[in-house]
């Protein structure tokens, strides 16, 4: 059984079937990739995991608990976290008060009037939030406002975001987007890394094939909705029906 | 611009208790600016204590709303009631000011934080003109309508019967147990809630309250995301600072117990967001800052007439004197405003981060200045955040 079981999910906007009777089984710990063409309904999908979009039919079960119907910020206490296409970090703030709001999350729940101790007097958070800055290389820039890092460096801290809440599923959608080769390579060593260490279950979203293959354990390829195949990156690089989706995809 | 974590932090102590001695001290320092009597220092505090309070929802939560004058007016109205009912002394008109506004702010927060941005605005205004209305028409049992509420020797007065204080001759004035609240008595006990009102701007500024209230500013979407409820922390952002309106309209009704609906008027609403951008919109001590500005060249300008202009401008020749005393004419008196208009088109072009970035512009140009000397004379640190 796995962390998360997608069960015949579907979900139309309008005329236009986004999702068609998706069923996925997310095993625990591995690094899952779902690729496929542009429209293929990955990011949807990501959406119905995270409490954004409600499918119309089917069920999304994270360690055995419906997800469908719970808030975004419920999800997140449930153990999801997500990393966005275009990193979402609080660019008026510093690095290490980035870091510090997830972990007080954590700690205090989703909502708490926590006012007699100062912030930087909160050992517990502040620790963690600073071993985890030194974690994924952006120690010495603690003290900087976040809104000049370069793209790599928000998805650096993005990253950091997530991983101090400890969680037990990381959704990232196409996390190197718009990235320069070697900010692409850096995030993939990054992730690479993260995945030895924390031991996270992840779900990628991603169009880049270098970051699919150098990473995933599994992948699943979604055409028009509807995942066409699944398997270790060796099985789906032969897989003639996804060069079909892909290259010549334009069947009925 | 917002850093909590960093070491500004630790100069709190030394800028706080400078801040309260700036504040006792007033009447002393502003002897030089003409500033110095008892009703306009009284006006400083209060509107600072608004000020600092609406910051609390617009700087640090980033909620611009255009209805805070509405809990101002609940406060007044709290208060001359308590006068009336309970009695002269300011205390439990206080406490009931700040009650009842808070529970206001929280019905018109719960619902206008049902949006963002724009229509956030929109609503609370929405809101606001609707209790101005109605203290004119529907509410007139309670607030007196036009005439404004005012307490009278007939009046219950139960505490005060109770003291044996219940025949006064000549007009109610407010007494903490026998002292008079007015002239600087009544400076003095205004002055003391503003430094508990800072003290607490200070404790929330500086918490992980505080912090996620700046998350909530910087970016919604994230804090959904990371697990955050944001809406009940927006809500008591909404309510602390209605109850600090409360608080400010209770003090306005402690140095003059009278209140009328004109303080709800939208026009009290705006007057609040320009002190807060004035000053520096998300600092501590910009709105406490803009607040004193703003109602010092109310206090000047309105005061002047045609009088006064051509005194000023005696010394040009007949035909310009009178052109340009007419010219200037249009920016003082009752049309001081436009002064005021000018003021802060000022500062939004040129200084959108309020005074406080200007000071601190001219703080690292000083710094810049004395290390290119190589005398290692360093920026005296300012007061101000």
């Given amino acids: ?252 | 611009m917002t850093k909590i974590v960093r070491e500004t932090a630790h100069g709190d102590a030394i800028r706080f208790s400078l801040f309260a001695v700036l504040i006792l001290a007033m009447p002393v320092w502003l002897v030089p600016f003409g500033a110095a009597y008892p009703d306009l220092m009284q006006k400083f505090a209060i509107y600072g204590l608004f000020a600092i309070g609406f910051n609390i929802l617009f700087g640090l939560t980033g909620y611009l709303s255009f209805g805070h004058a509405a809990f101002l007016g609940v406060g007044s109205y709290t208060a001359v009631w308590s006068f009336k009912l309970l009695g002269m002394n300011p205390l439990p008109a206080i406490a009931l000011a700040i009650l009842l506004a808070g529970a206001f702010a929280w019905v018109i927060g719960y619902v206008s934080l049902r949006r963002t941005g724009i229509y956030f605005a929109i609503l609370t205004l929405a809101f606001a003109q609707m209790s101005y209305n109605l203290a004119y028409s529907v509410l007139t049992p309670i607030t007196n309508g036009e005439t404004g509420l005012r307490v009278l020797n007939s009046d219950p007065r139960v505490l005060d019967h109770m003291m044996g204080a219940g025949e006064v001759d000549g007009p109610l004035v407010t007494n903490l147990f026998g002292m008079e609240m007015s002239g600087l008595p009544g400076f003095y006990f205004c002055a003391v809630w503003l430094l508990i009102g800072m003290f607490i701007s200070f404790r929330i500024f500086r918490s992980p309250f505080g912090l996620m209230l700046m998350a909530i500013k910087s970016n919604q979407n994230r804090m959904n995301y990371t697990g955050i409820s944001t809406r009940p922390y927006a809500l008591t952002a909404f309510v602390i600072s209605g109850m600090y309106a409360g608080l400010a309209g209770a003090l306005l009704c402690v140095t003059d117990p009278l209140a009328g609906a004109e303080r709800m008027q939208w026009t009290a609403s705006g007057e609040v967001v320009l002190m807060t951008i004035l000053g520096g919109a998300g600092t501590l001590l910009g709105p406490m800052l803009g607040a004193g500005i703003i109602k010092y060249s109310e206090n000047i300008f309105s005061a002047f007439n045609e009088q006064t202009l051509h005194n000023i401008f005696g010394f040009l020749p007949d035909g310009i004197e009178g052109a340009v005393v007419s010219v200037a004419g249009l920016f003082v008196g009752e049309g001081w405003h436009l002064t005021l208009g000018l003021l802060f088109m000022l500062i939004v072009i040129f200084l959108p981060g309020g005074l406080i970035e200007g000071g601190h512009r001219i703080q690292a140009a000083v710094a810049r200045r004395g290390k290119g000397g190589g005398s290692g004379h360093q920026a005296q640190p300012q007061a101000a955040e």
Avoid at chain 1, 4 to 11: A, D, F, H, I, P
Avoid at chain 1, 67 to 93: C, K, W, Y
Avoid at chain 1, 207 to 234: C, K, N, W, Y
């Fill in chain 1, 1 to 252: 059984m796995g962390i998360l079981q997608v069960q015949n999910v579907n979900k139309s906007f309008g005329g236009l079937k986004a999702l068609n009777n998706v069923n996925l089984d997310i095993e625990e710990g591995s690094l899952h990739a779902i690729i496929g063409p542009n429209g293929a309904g990955k990011s949807t999908l990501l959406n119905c995991f995270v409490g954004r979009l409600r499918p119309d039919t089917g069920t999304v079960k994270f360690n055995g608990r419906s997800l469908l119907g719970l808030s975004p910020h419920e999800i997140n206490q449930a153990g999801v976290a997500r990393v966005f296409q275009t990193p979402e970090i609080f660019s008026d703030l510093t690095l290490l008060e980035n870091v510090m709001i997830p972990a007080l999350a954590v700690r205090d729940g989703a909502f708490r009037i926590n006012t007699w101790r100062r912030v930087d007097k909160q050992p517990d958070v502040r620790d963690r939030a600073e071993a985890m800055l030194a974690d994924v290389g952006l120690a010495d820039k603690r003290n900087d406002h976040s809104g000049n890092l370069s793209r790599g460096d928000k998805r650096r801290l993005e990253l950091a975001m997530c991983l101090v809440q400890r969680p037990k599923l990381v959704l990232l959608d196409e996390p190197t987007a718009g990235m320069s080769r070697a900010d692409t390579n850096n995030t993939i060593d990054l992730l690479a890394r993260m995945s030895e260490q924390h031991g996270v279950t992840k779900i990628i979203i991603e169009h880049d094939m270098h970051v699919v293959f150098s990473l995933a354990d599994r992948i699943t390829v979604f055409a028009q909705g509807h995942p066409i195949v699944e398997g270790t990156p060796e099985q789906i690089k032969g897989d003639p029906k996804v060069k079909e989706a892909y290259l010549g995809g334009a069947h009925v």
